[in-house]
């Protein structure tokens, strides 16, 4: 079976507009690219990009995005992405002076969601006016472990509920890392996605084996699929190859991990 680019899995090459795509993936997982591959993509399709960073220091998030041939300092010269970046405000108390990077001046659940509201609806808004936006939540974790899980999921809930109405083109990612929430989180989040795509990585004394399994997506003719998944030097940096559920590719015996 010949290799494929991480797009080629999606009907027509990329997601429906409008959905909310949910990646889960665990600790030791290289599915983290993904996400820089589809900002790369928005970007390069010139998608106004919007991402709310709770996971990690901006210039952290910035080398993750070169790893992937992705240069976020120019996109945000250009005006093709803008980054609330939630956990310098939270934990560094001061920020970059970047074009396109924002700061909250508190970040407490009870009006985050109304302060992040402010930057799109009064700073971006025309910039998501456009058919064409992806909006990200780098990560709905790291959301977890700042603001508590039963906070982000109902602040989740009012994101996803006004941005579909608000919204209704853009394309919203939610990535999230399975190890650090609840199997109530990752069941919440898969519920409100339109399609979900989960990660999967064994760990064995001479190799690593990676899947990507697409569990969901918004189409009558959609039949579940799995992937042995290859990180890459190269342009693609991701590669798939579909695979069939035999014995030798189930998850291995508790020990083995």
């Known amino acids: 079976m010949a290799k494929m680019d991480l797009f080629e899995i999606f009907k027509g090459g990329e997601p429906a507009q409008g959905t909310n795509i949910a990646a889960i993936y ?13 900002l790369r993509k928005a970007v390069e399709n010139d998608y106004f990009t919007v991402v709310s960073n709770y996971s990690v220091p901006l210039m952290s998030f910035m080398r993750r995005g070169r790893s992937v041939g992705l240069d976020l300092e120019k996109a ?43 930057i799109y609806y009064e700073i971006l808004e025309e ?13 709905l974790d790291g959301a977890a472990v700042m603001l508590g899980e039963d906070n982000t999921l109902r602040l989740l809930n009012q994101t996803v509920a006004t941005k579909s109405v608000r919204s209704q083109n853009s394309n919203l990612i939610l990535p999230v890392n399975a190890d650090m929430v609840s199997r109530r989180f990752v069941a919440w989040v898969s519920n409100l996605s339109d399609y979900v795509l989960l990660a999967k990585s064994w760990i ?5 084996k990676e899947f990507l399994y697409l569990l969901k997506a918004p189409h009558a003719d ?24 035999t014995p030798e590719l189930r998850p291995p ?5």
Request: charged share 35%.
């Open 127 to 139: 910039k998501l006016r456009s058919e064409k936006s992806l909006r990200m939540i780098h990560t």
């Open 76 to 118: 945000l010269r250009e005006e093709k992405i803008s980054i609330i970046d939630v956990f310098g405000s939270r934990y560094a108390k001061l920020g970059y002076n970047l074009p396109g990077v924002f700061y909250l001046d508190r970040v407490e659940p009870e009006t985050i969601n109304p302060r992040v509201d402010k």
């Open 26 to 38: 665990d600790a030791y997982s290289s599915a983290w690219q993904i996400l820089f591959l589809f």
């Open 204 to 208: 064995h004394e001479d190799h690593i």
């Open 222 to 245: 959609f039949e579940p699929a799995v992937y042995s998944m290859t990180v890459e030097r190269g342009r693609k940096r991701v590669t798939l190859e579909r695979v069939g559920l």
């Open 253 to 257: 015996a508790e020990e083995e991990r």
